[in-house]
């Protein structure tokens, strides 16, 4: 689609908030009221991704006075056969944040697409105009155009399947614009470093959505330091997803692709393949092709936080992983399927790592799909068990529990924490720290979610991948970016690109 000629954003929205009072010479903050940022001074952003996750993100710029969205992105034009965590949970956000409880009173199913986005965001600034109506506000299938034609853009927002995180960023980059995106920065191991080498390359600001500066880590890093643990010798971490279906095989049906939608587009660097419902909207994650699995949905949150704060800079030297196994009925007989399409229905990794700057060598386990480890003796003796998500740091002397993503971390068992003479939590409003992607711009500083920062997660992440597919053992050499003991996982690092998609 393309974008109608509009006059320079900037130019538009600073001639539209001085309408009604031409030729006035007053003071900014009179201009606009208490608040005001002018037109110049916003962060102009294309969000490239309207889908439920890209829809539910969208209130946290709309209602952001430094950001101004200047257009949106989808090879979906406009559907209702999304899938979601509730049946009317974007619709109802998408009426609060307008501040209309009529709207979408005419869509039966859960709506996406880029004409949902756009009119989403003009909708909303059209809110704030005397006028009561907003056109500035381009809509595009693709993200290549979009970049090629956007000329006021400051930085774009991803958030797409992540199979095109990489593809979309490094592009971005390479036009000089800054990057936030979802998480993974990347599905693949190669294509992660080859983004976390553009971004230093071209010196934009980058952010990956899956950082929080959560302050208790430094609790724990504190706990630690102060030998409550002994020398730590372990971290587990455990989530209760995929909390979408998984398969266990591609889908050998072939239902026509819906009306409106660019199955091409959607595929990017993948090699052709019939289209299927199966592959797209929120189930994508858990196909190798598409998606990162469980950890690469959920770690994110709780790893790269840890990573940060523990010092861990040297990716593992190792991963290892078993999965669910399955069987299925051919001639009578039950047979082992051969999966190496997409992620098991449960999974648990461990990830060696050598010597941080901090850490002695520790072991990085990982559990999905509702297994975790058994409950300790420490919590056996408080007659408490495991919760379904969470993590636990094991030393040679003792153990800290926290919730998932390392929030509310406690010395188990209850009579050792009581015991701790020391700081035993923060108060609340010290527990999350300042800082995101919008100052970060404005101020031209690297940003604490920066690419740069997120390699060692990134990398991680991507191996346990390598690991389940592999279905052994792999030692991994970060400094060649090999597999060294069985050099048939390398095929595992990168993708076989269609042809026009190469990195």
């Known amino acids: 689609m393309k974008p109608k000629k509009n006059l320079n954003r900037r130019e538009f929205l600073g001639s539209a908030a001085v309408s009604s009072i031409a030729f006035a010479v007053v003071p900014r903050h009179v201009l606009g009221g208490p608040g005001y940022v002018a037109p110049s001074d916003k962060v102009t952003v294309a969000n490239i991704g309207c889908g439920t996750q890209g829809l539910r993100e969208m209130p946290g710029m709309l209602e952001n006075r430094d950001v101004q969205i200047v257009a949106v992105c989808d ?154 643990i002994g020398t730590l010798r372990e971290i587990h971490n455990w989530s209760n997803r995929p909390v979408w279906p998984q398969w266990t095989s591609n889908p050998t049906d072939t239902p026509p692709i819906p009306k409106g939608f660019n199955w091409d587009l959607w595929l990017g660097p993948v090699p052709n393949r019939p289209y299927h419902p199966n592959y797209t909207h929120n189930v ?89 480890p058994f409950p300790p003796e420490e919590l056996a003796i408080d007659n408490k068990s495991l919760p379904a998500e969470a993590m636990m740091l094991v030393g040679d002397k003792g153990k800290i529990l926290a919730d998932f993503r390392g929030e509310n971390p406690q010395i188990i068992p209850e009579k050792k924490m009581k015991a701790y003479p020391g700081q035993k939590q923060l108060p609340e409003e010290d527990r999350r720290g300042s800082g995101n992607w919008v100052d970060s711009i404005k101020r031209n500083e690297e940003s604490p979610g920066s690419f740069l920062l997120a390699g060692p997660v990134t990398e991680t992440i991507n191996l346990a991948a390598v690991a389940l597919r592999a279905d052994r053992k792999v030692d991994y050499d970060a400094r060649s970016m090999k597999i060294t003991n069985f050099q048939e996982a390398n095929k595992y690092l990168t993708r076989e690109y269609r042809k026009g998609w190469q990195l």
């Not at 009561?132 to 155009?145: A, I, P, Q, V």
């Not at 960023?169 to 993974?184: D, E, L, N, Q, W």
């Not at 950890?295 to 861990?312: C, E, K, Q, V, W």
């Not at 082992?336 to 700057?357: H, T, W």
Request: aromatic share 12%; charged share 25%; net charge positive.
């Open 75 to 228: 090879p979906n034009k406009f559907t209702t056969n999304y899938i979601d965590w509730s049946s009317n949970g974007i619709r109802d956000g998408i009426r609060r944040t307008l501040q209309d409880p009529t709207w979408g009173e005419g869509i039966v199913g859960i709506p996406g697409g880029r004409d949902i986005g756009r009119e989403y965001v003009e909708k909303y600034y059209a809110k704030k105009m005397p006028s009561g109506k907003y056109r500035g506000c381009n809509s595009y299938e693709d993200f290549r155009e979009l970049l090629d034609k956007e000329k006021d853009l400051d930085a774009i927002k991803i958030m797409t399947p992540d199979h095109l995180h990489a593809t979309v960023a490094i592009a971005a980059m390479k036009k000089g614009k800054h990057v936030v995106t979802h998480k993974p920065i990347a599905n693949r191991i190669s294509e992660g470093r080859l983004a976390v080498e553009t971004a230093r390359q071209t010196k934009v600001i980058t952010h990956l959505l899956a950082w929080s500066d959560r302050r208790e880590n430094e609790l724990t890093l504190q706990w630690i330091k102060d030998g409550v």
């Open 284 to 372: 994508f994650r858990g196909w190798y092709d598409f998606g990162g699995g469980s950890i690469a949905d959920m770690g994110h949150y709780s790893l790269f936080p840890l990573f940060r704060t523990l010092g861990i800079e040297t990716p593992p030297t190792s991963a290892e992983a078993y999965g669910t196994t399955t069987r299925t009925i051919v001639d009578q007989v039950c047979r082992e399927v051969n999966n190496d399409v997409a992620f098991p229905y449960s999974c648990m990794i461990r990830l060696r790592f050598p010597k941080q700057k901090i850490l002695p060598p520790f072991d990085l386990f990982w559990y999905d799909g509702g297994m975790k």
